[in-house]
């Protein structure tokens, strides 16, 4: 049945994944259940996203009370979900004024024209030019396209938006050596996360701050993955004593209902978008907001980021094991529970394996298995994890030999 399904959809569906030959089903707590009643450990989280765990109850029915009340209204008027939401994601993202959109990258392309917006206004003139950073991923809208730094997603879709220029993440002498007259800001993530788990450097990110407090250039950090907890604070930036001027959050926001949000400074607002420059019919909708109310609210509750703190240092310490242990596995890099294993090899053939064995996991880039599981899993859940992996790296060691 299962595998009927899956050709139905590779006819109807464009061909824009890789996919995995699995149909999901259901979830419950960190596991999920394809269509046959199989059993999957869960350490992909749907990319980032799902980091309450599956069938939470006060999340499943906070939502299930909004669908009955109301799911959607014009942004011509207000919401009481919406209210709360943006008063939450003040308190945990440290910024003044929200925006919300459906999504990471609808989040990255309202930070664009937000920096754009704000340079205009201070200097009566457009043309200004962003610094983005190699290797980055701002995701696949034009915009957001134009300032991610891999030539592969970019090329065939060119021209994109100009006056992108692109440095080396955590070589600040690099992106000095990019900033003009022109620079209005520099966009990059907290933590690279498709680039393949690249933490900045505390010395990088804070030079960042000075150049830019320096040259009134303003620091826009995407956090829609390193953000909400995954690096053990709420948002990575909290942990190398800056602050950007404007922070993209999404992914985990809504656990799974699609949201996003950009916030900036009061500074930047009083000079950026107003009335007319920027619209979203779903952006903030009383549905999604609900998730986000009850998403913090959870996170608070559960105490997820003290667990993200101690399995995290769980995680990091067994992923330092294999390394050692097998000489195909580089080393491990990462902040809380947003790791990666980099390999000396591709790691597709590995990912099917543990996928066969029921144990879901992606990569992030070809040579590096990323871990971005639910921020509620337990040592217990690393130990299964580790009991499903490792029989498949060393079914890889026997291929190699
Ligand atoms: C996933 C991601 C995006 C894009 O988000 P979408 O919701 O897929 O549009 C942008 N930036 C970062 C850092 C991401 O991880």
């Known amino acids: 049945m299962m595998y009927q399904e899956i050709e139905q959809a590779e006819k109807d569906l464009l061909h824009t994944y890789n996919r995995f030959p699995v149909v999901f089903d259901h979830g419950e707590g960190v596991h999920l259940y394809d269509t046959e009643g199989k059993e999957y450990l869960d350490f992909c989280a749907g990319i980032a996203v799902f980091a309450l765990g599956y069938g939470v109850k006060e999340y499943n029915d906070a939502l299930k009370d909004q669908v009955d009340k109301l799911i959607h209204t014009s942004n011509y008027f207000y919401n009481e979900p919406a209210i709360r939401a943006a008063a939450l994601v003040k308190k945990y993202t440290g910024m003044d004024r929200v925006f919300f959109t459906n999504s990471g990258g609808e989040s990255v392309e309202g930070t664009i024209k937000a920096a754009r917006k704000y340079a205009y206004t201070r200097d009566g003139h457009s043309d200004h030019e962003i610094i983005a950073m190699e290797h980055s991923f701002h995701g696949r809208t034009m915009g957001a396209l134009s300032v991610t730094g891999n030539a592969h997603y970019r090329e065939p879709f060119e021209p994109l938006i100009g006056n992108i220029r692109f440095a080396e993440y955590n070589d600040l002498e690099s992106v000095k050596a990019q900033v003009t007259d022109k620079t209005c800001a520099i966009i990059m993530e907290t933590v690279q996360g498709e680039g393949g788990i690249f933490p900045a450097k505390p010395e990088f990110i804070q030079g960042i701050r000075k150049l830019c407090d320096e040259k009134d250039i303003l620091l826009i950090l995407d956090e829609i993955q390193c953000g909400m907890g995954r690096t053990g604070t ?168």
């Open 234 to 401: 709420m948002y990575a930036y909290e942990q190398y004593g800056v602050k950007p001027d404007i922070l993209a959050t999404a992914k985990a926001l809504g656990c799974g209902v699609p949201i996003g949000a950009f916030a900036m400074t009061e500074k930047v607002a009083q000079m950026s978008l107003t009335a007319g420059d920027h619209g979203s019919t779903y952006g903030g909708n009383p549905l999604a907001c609900r998730a986000v109310c009850s998403v913090y609210e959870l996170m608070e509750k559960k105490q997820v980021l003290q667990n993200v703190n101690e399995v995290g240092v769980y995680l990091e310490q067994k992923l330092s094991e294999l390394a050692e242990e097998y000489d195909f596995i580089e080393g491990q890099r990462g902040l809380g529970l947003m790791r990666g294993l980099v390999f000396r090899c591709p790691v597709n053939g590995i990912l099917k394996k543990t996928l066969q064995k029921g144990l879901v996991l992606i990569n992030a880039g070809t040579n590096i298995i990323r871990f971005v599981p639910p921020l509620v899993i337990t040592r217990n859940d690393v130990d299964d994890m580790l009991s499903i992996l490792r029989p498949a790296l060393d079914e890889r060691s026997k291929e190699q030999a």
